[in-house]
């Protein structure tokens, strides 16, 4: 069990990393400009393609595990949903992207808006290994499709290949991986479609809250560069997003963090004093991080980036120190799911993006120093909202 726990954390952190490597590798040789039209592109259809997670793994992963002769069953039924909403999500996101990109990144912005198809339908193949702990299979070929991505990518950018072509690279990715998986899925015997209305409308009403709370928590991450870009151009953009990409690796390492250690420092907890471990060493690896960046925030991006992405040095520093709010709030949401109070998930989500908003709109000019504003001023709320909470049912 500690393999799997490991090799699940090693894929977790690699991919993270190749993250951060896939966008330091691009900004520097794209330039602000069109970098900054490939993470707007992405921005919107990660944005929309959380309307997808419409079948969240926690909660297809424990219909699994309690019926596995219905495995099948489940997956499918998880496929098709995703499947439809997926491509109503490519339609919708494509018809914008459409209207608001030049029309030199068309091509560029229709070969991405596939990944919605590619991505989240065949994703729930990954439910079905975590459900009956092959996990290590999923890991394993993540790592190895990655390492033969990063690589193509590198040849691409030496070559100087065009925006569209190298967005090309992000396609075969996924169809290399869902290959695989689909092969792994028919050695177990159920990749043969079946469709049941009932397990439909099951997973429909289980998931609909969880996935309501992470639509509101994407919709707090991502929805800046779009309302950003109708008062800037694409090379300021491409200037913002370089730092926005750094600070969302680490955000996305703090859940991940937290999501490792919440089994042994808050489910088996017996005590407040117990409870309060992953809390302090969130709140403490975050503080230490922050001072980090204020002394070397330019530094930092220009290692990574280049010399051209230092101009918005202070958005990194500011959203490392935002940083210590965001992982207090992943080590508080432990709570929430171990206790299974989605809802109250949702509910925080939709209270921080309706502050974020409110915040937005008390700005007197949208600039990107506003959405520092707004970004603390949405996870200070789930923090706030999740403390109360935990306050009342005396959990801390």
């Known amino acids: 069990m500690r393999n799997v726990v490991a090799l699940a954390f090693a894929e977790k952190v690699s991919q993270a990393a190749s993250l951060l490597l896939v966008q330091a590798m691009l900004a520097r040789?794209?330039?602000?400009?069109?970098?900054?039209?490939?993470?707007?592109?992405?921005?919107?259809?990660n944005l929309v393609g959380s309307l997808a997670l419409v079948c969240s793994s926690e909660?297809?992963?424990?219909?699994?595990?309690?019926?596995?002769?219905?495995?099948?069953?489940?997956?499918?039924?998880?496929?098709?949903?995703?499947?439809?909403?997926?491509?109503l999500c490519m339609v919708a996101v494509a018809i914008y992207l459409l209207g608001t990109l030049p029309a030199e990144y068309y091509t560029f912005a229709l070969i991405l808006c596939s990944l919605l198809i590619l991505a989240e339908p065949f994703a729930v193949s990954i439910a079905y290994f975590q459900a009956i702990q092959r996990y290590p299979v999923v890991s394993i070929t993540r790592l190895a499709i990655l390492a033969v991505k990063l690589l193509a990518l590198w040849?691409?950018?030496?070559?100087?290949?065009s925006?569209?072509?190298?967005?090309?690279?992000?396609i075969l990715e996924f169809v290399c991986f869902n290959i695989l998986m689909s092969r792994y899925l028919a050695q177990a015997g159920i990749l043969a479609p079946i469709?049941?209305?009932?397990?439909?409308l099951h997973l429909l009403k289980a998931g609909a809250t969880v996935w309501a709370g992470f639509c509101f928590m994407y919709l707090i991450q991502r929805v800046d560069m779009l309302i950003l870009r109708r008062s800037i151009g694409f090379d300021l953009l491409g200037s913002y997003a370089a730092p926005k990409a750094l600070i969302e690796s680490w955000y996305g390492f703090g859940w991940l963090l937290s999501q490792i250690l919440a089994p042994a420092l808050v489910y088996g907890a017996?005590?407040?004093?117990?409870?309060?471990?992953?809390?302090?060493?969130?709140?403490?690896l975050s503080v230490c991080a922050a001072l980090v960046t204020t002394v070397a925030a330019e530094i930092i991006l220009s290692l990574l980036f280049g010399s051209s992405y230092t101009g918005y040095s202070f958005i990194l520093t500011a959203l490392a120190w935002t940083g210590v709010l965001v992982f207090a709030d992943a080590a508080l949401s432990s709570f929430y799911f171990k206790q299974r109070h989605y809802a109250l998930f949702m509910a925080k989500y939709f209270t921080a993006a309706a502050v974020y908003f409110v915040v937005l709109a008390?700005?007197?000019?949208?600039?990107?120093?506003?959405?520092?504003?707004?970004?603390?001023?949405?996870?200070?709320?789930?923090v706030m909202f999740s403390a109360l909470y935990l306050r009342t049912q005396r959990i801390l």
């Open 163 to 170: 925006i569209s072509l190298i967005a090309l690279i992000w």
């Open 270 to 284: 017996k005590t407040r004093v117990a409870r309060f471990r992953l809390l302090g060493l969130m709140v403490a």
């Open 362 to 382: 008390l700005q007197p000019s949208i600039q990107p120093i506003s959405f520092i504003f707004c970004i603390t001023a949405a996870y200070a709320t789930c």
């Open 195 to 200: 469709l049941r209305p009932e397990l439909l």
């Open 155 to 161: 040849i691409a950018l030496r070559l100087q290949w």
């Open 29 to 45: 040789s794209l330039g602000p400009t069109t970098y900054g039209v490939w993470q707007y592109t992405l921005s919107a259809i």
């Open 59 to 87: 909660i297809l992963v424990a219909a699994i595990i309690q019926r596995k002769d219905q495995a099948r069953e489940w997956l499918w039924s998880a496929f098709f949903i995703r499947l439809a909403v997926s491509m």
